[in-house]
T-cell receptor
Framework: GENVEQHPSTLSVQEGDSAVIKCTYS??????FPWYKQELGKGPQLIID?????GEKKDQRIAVTLNKTAKHFSLHITETQPEDSAVYFC?????????????FGKGTKLTVNP | GAGVSQSPRYKVAKRGQDVALRCDPI?????LFWYQQALGQGPEFLTY????????KSGLPSDRFFAERPEGSVSTLKIQRTQQEDSAVYLC????????????FGSGTQLSVL
């Protein structure tokens, strides 16, 4: 089955700097890659997602890149702000193929220092 | 409602007790998922419903775990004869799509088994 590795497990940056979180996946059939942000005591919130037919997607300060050949994808946050501090999870799945299981990475705790 | 609602927010059970966790998805959402999140880990898939049909229950850890969604709306996750290893946050998520895309998560039920 699918296995998702995520690193780093913790990341500390200064406000205004960029942050990059990387994930690798094992199942070449995976075609859907979402990123979730989880604040303390809350459920994960979808912040951006990408399908396998696209190499890059941007939404304001957030971007995701996908390399299907290498089976890895990354989250880029620019101009970080203290409110970006949270745990970020990547996930991978085969969407629309009958099994809708999302496999999550173990998370990255991002701290943005003012 | 405005989002996915889960109750209770916290549940303490003695080992061997049965518990029932409730999920109210966003009105009209077709897909409903249950995930288990251990402390410091990413969510792990338990089961998936499309309307009232349980299409995937491959993630349920044992036959002590049972989920239902009889009318295609509210769902209940039941755990019989709870064990200490069942202690975790149980997350419910829903989507307007018949897939795992664009999931909206609730805040979860934190279960502690003593």
């Amino acid at each position: 089955g699918e296995n998702v590795e995520q690193h780093p497990s913790t990341l500390s940056v200064q406000e205004g700097d960029s942050a990059v979180i990387k994930c690798t996946y094992s199942d070449s059939a995976s075609n859907y890659f979402p990123w979730y942000k989880q604040e303390l005591g809350k459920g994960p919130q979808l912040i951006i997602d990408i399908r396998s037919n696209v190499g890059e997607k941007k939404d304001q300060r957030i971007a995701v890149t996908l390399n299907k050949t290498a089976k890895h994808f990354s989250l880029h946050i620019t101009e970080t702000q203290p409110e970006d501090s949270a745990v970020y999870f990547c996930a991978a799945s085969v969407s629309g193929g009958g099994s809708e299981k999302l496999v999550f990475g173990k998370g990255t705790k991002l701290t943005v220092n003012p | 409602g405005a989002g996915v609602s889960q109750s209770p927010r916290y549940k303490v059970a003695k080992r061997g007790q049965d518990v029932a966790l409730r999920c109210d998805p966003i009105s009209g959402h077709v897909s409903l998922f249950w995930y288990q999140q251990a402390l410091g880990q990413g969510p792990e898939f338990l089961t998936y419903f499309q309307n009232e049909a349980q299409l995937d229950k491959s993630g349920l850890p044992s036959d002590r775990f049972f989920a239902e969604r009889p009318e295609g709306s509210v769902s209940t996750l039941k755990i019989q004869r709870t064990q200490q290893e069942d202690s975790a946050v149980y997350l419910c998520a829903s989507s307007s799509r018949a897939s795992n895309e664009k999931l909206f998560f609730g805040s979860g039920t934190q279960l502690s088994v003593l």
